[in-house]
């Protein structure tokens, strides 16, 4: 079965600075999909930026890009310029080509201090 | 609003009780699913529908959950007998189109059910 590792549980960076969220993922499929989800205390869940993992090009979202090493299985997220809104629980998540199950990490929460 | 929606938001049971939660998703989505996420956790899949058709219910994790969309719009889980270890917020997600793929799903709000 596919598991998706988020090994910080909390980050925090300064306003304006750059912050990157780490994230690792098992699977033997060749084909799926990979995703970073904001989800703001109290508020739903959004999402951020999506990655086909055919796709060799790093997704860029505005200020949030990611860092795909499909061989390292390795889908970092960078916040460039970070914001006081940026502050939220991050999950990274799989989604298999085959099914509809998504895997979520046990998420990041991520603290901007002014 | 146009986004997902869920009710209640908020829901105390005591053991052994059967709860209903409701989701209305975007008008038109085709597919609907559930997830439960734990305190501290990240969402874990439960159960997807396309339309009115249930086609995946690997995640629930007991035969006292139970899923349904009979018109293929609204979605209400049920989850009879309730435990302590139910306690958790129950995401409803819908995304416009069949099918996997890279398709957005939008979350709704949640519900926080707690069983005491």
């Known amino acids: 079965a596919q598991t998706v590792t988020q090994s910080q549980p909390e980050m925090s960076v300064q306003e304006a600075e750059t912050v990157t969220l780490s994230c690792t993922y098992d699977t033997s499929e060749s084909d799926y999909y990979l995703f970073w989800y904001k989800q703001p205390p109290s508020r739903q869940m959004i999402l951020v930026i999506r990655q086909e993992a055919y796709k060799q090009q790093n997704a860029t979202e505005n200020r949030f890009s990611v860092n795909f090493q499909k061989a390292a299985k390795s889908f970092s997220l960078k916040i460039s310029d970070s914001q006081l809104g940026d502050a939220a629980m991050y999950f990274c998540a799989y989604r298999s080509a085959y099914n509809n199950d998504m895997r979520f990490g046990a998420g990041t929460r991520l603290t901007v201090k002014p | 609003g146009a986004g997902v929606s869920q009710s209640p938001r908020y829901k105390v049971a005591k053991r052994g009780q059967d709860v209903a939660l409701r989701c209305d998703p975007i008008s038109g989505h085709v597919s609907l699913f559930w997830y439960q996420q734990a305190l501290g956790q990240g969402p874990e899949f439960l159960t997807y529908?396309?339309?009115?058709?249930?086609?995946?219910k690997s995640g629930l994790p007991s035969d006292r959950f139970f899923a349904e969309r009979p018109e293929g719009s609204v979605s209400t889980l049920k989850i009879q007998r309730t435990q302590q270890e139910d306690s958790a917020v129950y995401l409803c997600?819908?995304?416009?189109?069949?099918?996997?793929?890279?398709?957005?799903?939008?979350f709704g709000p949640g519900t926080r059910l707690t069983v005491l």
């Open positions: 529908f396309q339309n009115e058709a249930q086609l995946d």
């Open positions: 997600a819908s995304s416009l189109a069949a099918g996997t793929g890279l398709n957005e799903q939008f």
